[in-house]
């Protein structure tokens, strides 16, 4: 690990180690030269590979053959901006610190700055981070309609930091925080670097598109359904250590009751319903298109049905509105019953209140005839009865 240049006097030296501080000494004739050599040696915890949210470990380790100085460490991530670490030891010989816990931004290469003032010591180390993780939010939350078709996207970083080591992972759902979670797929970096996904479920309501960006793992609902809400968590795994990022998809739907074409004079009962939870500052709305303010009712926050009974066909519409902003629209037309079918009804109600009367009057006639019948049964019978008596009374005398 070294070589002379003899006419330049130089003595080099590469892959030092620690136990090469010391001092050396150059001869020439009845010339010396000594020259002190320190080293400080800089290693990083999971040698630099790190998965999202996770916290470094720097060492930061020196020798010499004087008195080992007191030393100052600095720190600069890859946007030179200026990091504070947590020291967690320190000795004249071994200084540990811990750093924040990383981003997939803080990729690139990061500079340690040691310095002493006795001996004057100004050295810049450099090192390089690496964090595989997702560029999607902390928390996601994707809204659909019943029967639409929607993807789950989660962005991965690792071309874009050309992470050639192997990952692990799976993405699993589940409707509810307690409920047991369902394994949809698991994937794999290849070692071209590329995503290789297996479909794991046995549930044909999801698909694997076929086409999508680098470095994403995707999923398609081609047909929602209103079960099919809950929580996508997808999950990494690298070296034992994990990173998760999670999409809450919340699914809407419409009904009425009773449903089919409004009839002049009645009403039906809209009810619009979300499968949450929703954010605090969210709620429904109900609005017929191109009404007035009577038309619109508004749910409490984070109520997640809300009904309105109206008396008007047209185009109603349901939305999800959060922080001001209309997240989704369900569309339901209520359509109104033509002139004939309004006539047959009211010929309906007609002939229905003409047959009752008649009915009804049908009923008083035989009532009043059959009371006749059994007062002239009970006249007929008192004169039989009476006449019984007259002949009685002639046989006696």
């Not at 003595?11 to 030269?33: F, M, P, Q, R």
């Not at 470990?57 to 080992?68: C, D, F, K, V």
Request: net charge positive; aromatic share 8%; hydrophobic share 35%.
């Amino acid at each position: 690990r070294s070589d002379i240049k003899m006419q330049y006097k130089q003595l080099k030296l590469w892959s030092l180690n620690l136990s090469d501080a010391g001092i050396y000494t150059c001869e020439y004739g009845t010339h010396k030269v000594r020259t002190s050599l320190h080293i400080v040696k800089l290693t990083i915890s999971s040698d630099g590979h790190f998965l999202q949210n996770e916290a470094p470990e720097l060492n930061l380790t020196q020798n010499s053959p004087s008195p080992l100085p007191d030393l100052s460490i600095t720190l600069f991530d890859t946007n030179n901006n200026r990091v504070t670490p947590e020291l967690q030891s320190k000795n004249r010989q071994e200084y540990i610190v811990n750093l924040r816990k990383l981003e997939t931004m803080d990729s690139g290469t990061w500079v340690c700055q040691v310095h002493s003032d006795s001996p004057l010591i100004n050295q810049d180390i450099s090192f390089a981070v690496k964090v595989l993780g997702f560029q999607n939010p902390v928390l996601e939350r994707k809204y659909a309609t019943v029967d639409s078709t929607v993807i789950l996207s989660w962005r991965l970083n690792s071309q874009k930091i050309k992470w050639n080591k192997g990952f692990t992972g799976q993405l699993n759902w589940k409707q509810q925080e307690s409920a047991k979670s369902h394994e949809l797929l698991d994937f794999n970096i290849t070692a071209q670097g590329q995503l290789h996904e297996t479909k794991k479920s046995n549930n044909l309501f999801f698909e694997i598109p076929e086409s999508k960006p680098e470095s994403s793992i995707e999923v398609k609902l081609p047909k929602v359904h209103f079960n099919h809400s809950g929580q996508y968590q997808c999950q990494l795994e690298y070296q034992g250590r994990h990173a998760q990022s999670k999409i809450e998809l919340v699914v809407m739907k419409v009904s009425a009751s009773p449903a089919g074409p409004l009839s002049r004079g009645a009403n039906v009962t809209l009810t619009c319903q979300v499968s949450g939870p929703l954010a605090p500052d969210a709620f429904l709305r109900w609005e017929r298109v191109n009404g007035t303010k009577m038309d619109t009712k508004n749910s409490k926050q984070r109520e997640v049905k809300l009904e309105v009974n109206i008396s008007a066909a047209g185009l109603w519409s349901c939305h999800l509105i959060e922080d001001s902003d209309k997240k989704i629209s369900f569309h339901y037309h209520v359509e109104e019953a033509s002139v004939w079918i309004n006539n047959v009804i009211i010929g309906a109600s007609i002939g229905g209140s003409l047959l009752a009367f008649a009915l009804g009057c049908l009923c008083i006639t035989s009532g009043v005839s059959w009371q006749r019948r059994r007062q002239q049964a009970k006249r007929m019978a008192q004169a039989r009865q009476h006449l019984l008596e007259n002949k009685t009374c002639q046989c006696q005398q």
